[in-house]
């Protein structure tokens, strides 16, 4: 099975900051890389699908990038609504897996 | 607009039975392949399986954890996708959530709002 891993488990951010988000495959995955959202009691939401294409109705301040086995999330400017968790997710092959998350809160 | 709502969660003892219907509107399920998708409390996202749909062969994969106990099925007549959990052990406890599959990445598009099932006696 790929394993998928984000250091850190967390990070701490203030409105306005850009931060980045990392994420590593034990393989290469080429492009098949996608990240969600995850707000507390709520059920996930996808951000960004093979690796760096938007999905529909995202804020642009969101991007992806990477391939291989190195990916980053890239929150350009961080909104009060954007402190979560965040899971990237292999789509190479079965099992799929999805990394431990990050979690963003305030600094 | 897409719509998954997922029912049939809630308390079981080990070694039990449960099914999970998740119904599907606003677009066609007959042509989109669906996921399963679990998160025990506290912890992170695991995916459960996977069926493709029947253009697709109707396929289903399954993580090895559920492999031989969880059954996933779907009825295109009914915009339903069903996950048949046996078996169950008390890690089997969490919020399962069934998902839509996009054409790229095999990326989980659209999320339901996910049901708990607690495995305990």
């Known amino acids: 099975d790929i394993q998928m891993t984000q250091p850190p488990s967390s990070l701490s951010a203030s409105v306005g900051d850009r931060v980045t988000i990392t994420c590593r495959a034990t393989?290469?995955?080429?492009?098949?890389l996608n990240w969600y959202q995850q707000k507390a009691g709520k059920a996930p939401k996808l951000l960004i699908y093979?690796?760096?294409t938007l999905q529909n109705g995202v804020p642009s301040r969101f991007s992806g990038s990477g391939s291989g086995t190195e990916f980053t999330l890239t929150i350009s400017s961080l909104q009060p609504e954007d402190f979560a968790t965040y899971y990237c997710?292999?789509?190479?092959?079965?099992?799929?897996?999805f990394g431990p998350g990050t979690k963003v809160d305030i600094k | 607009e897409v719509q998954l709502v997922e029912s049939g969660g809630g308390l079981v003892k080990p070694g039990g039975s449960l099914r999970l219907p998740c119904v599907a509107s606003?677009?066609?399920?007959?042509?989109?392949?669906m996921t399963w998708v679990r998160q025990a409390p506290g912890k992170g996202l695991e995916w459960i399986g996977r069926?493709?749909?029947?253009?697709?062969?109707?396929?289903?994969e399954y993580a090895e954890p559920v492999k031989d106990r969880f059954t996933i099925s779907r009825d295109d007549s009914k915009n339903m996708l069903y996950l048949q959990m046996n078996s169950l052990k008390t890690e089997d406890t969490a919020v399962y959530y069934c998902?839509?599959?996009?054409?790229?990445?095999?990326?989980?598009?659209?999320w339901g709002q996910g049901t708990l099932v607690i495995v305990s006696s």
């Open positions: 998902t839509t599959v996009g054409n790229r990445a095999s990326a989980s598009t659209f």
């Open positions: 606003g677009f066609t399920f007959s042509d989109v392949w």
């Open positions: 069926i493709k749909s029947h253009g697709g062969s109707g396929a289903t």
């Open positions: 393989q290469s995955i080429g492009t098949s």
């Open positions: 093979a690796a760096s």
């Open positions: 997710q292999q789509g190479h092959s079965i099992p799929l897996t």
